[in-house]
């Protein structure tokens, strides 16, 4: 009578430790795949060189406008 609770027992354990490594390996290659995305993304992100210089135009503006250089 005891082999049966064993078996079922060590079925149960068997069954929990695969279910716990699959969702382990899921989760890493959900991680591998997020992770591949973001490098890629500040690679097509990455702005001209207009771009660049447009924007700094706009923040020295907002500077002199601040410091109240910038009046006609």
Same mark, same amino acid.
């Given at each position: 009578?005891?082999?049966?609770?064993?078996?079922?027992?060590?079925?149960?354990?068997?069954?929990?430790?695969?279910?716990?490594?699959?969702?382990?390996?899921?989760?890493? #290659? *959900?991680? !591998?795949? %997020? +992770? $591949? &995305? #973001? *490098?890629? !993304?500040? %690679? +097509? $992100? &990455?702005?001209?060189?207009?771009? %660049?210089?447009?924007?700094?135009?706009?923040?020295?503006?907002?500077?002199?406008?601040?410091?109240?250089?910038?009046?006609?």
């Amino acid at each position: 009578m005891e082999q049966k609770p064993k078996k079922a027992v060590l079925a149960a354990i068997s069954a929990a430790v695969t279910t716990y490594i699959r969702t382990q390996e899921e989760a890493f #290659a *959900a991680a !591998a795949t %997020a +992770a $591949a &995305a #973001a *490098a890629s !993304a500040p %690679a +097509a $992100a &990455a702005g001209s060189f207009y771009g %660049a210089y447009g924007r700094q135009q706009m923040m020295e503006m907002r500077r002199l406008l601040s410091l109240r250089l910038a009046r006609r």
